[in-house]
Nanobody
Framework: QVQLVESGGGLVQAGGSLRLSCAAS????????MGWFRQAPGKEREFVAA????????SYRDSVKGRFTISRDSAKNTVSLQMNSLTPEDTAVYYC??????????????????WGKGTLVTVSS
């Protein structure tokens, strides 16, 4: 059974940092692009960041560029999201996702093959 399990969410003050991790199991994800999405209360899910299968190419939504960094450890089947300079606007449930086609994560945002159940990040002002 393929699973993506997120961890690292929590409550942090504005300006603080959090590191989210996503552990993949059930298969190797070395050939998969992996990414993070988020959904704030009352809003649609939105793309946050993605990393291609090799780890050499990353993409970010404009509002997190320079603050968030996505990375992966293919040997450990994990992907992480380092989030710095957090603001209340970053409050959301963060979801890990994986697909063989990085365009589904970065551009299309639909038809993504694997999703985690999410971890809540709350940034207080």
């Amino acid at each position: 059974q393929v699973q993506l399990v997120e961890s690292g969410g929590g409550l942090v003050q504005a300006g603080g940092s959090l590191r989210l991790s996503c552990a993949a199991s059930g298969r190797t994800f070395s050939g998969y692009a992996m990414g993070w999405f988020r959904q704030a209360p009352g809003k649609e899910r939105e793309f946050v960041a993605a990393i291609n299968w090799s780890g050499l190419s990353t993409s970010y939504r404009d509002s997190v560029k320079g603050r968030f960094t996505i990375s992966r450890d293919s040997a450990k089947n994990t992907v992480s999201l380092q989030m710095n300079s957090l603001t209340p606007e970053d409050t959301a449930v963060y979801y890990c996702a994986a697909d063989t086609d990085v365009r589904k994560l970065v551009v299309v945002h639909t038809g993504v093959r694997y999703w985690g159940k999410g971890t809540l990040v709350t940034v207080s002002s």
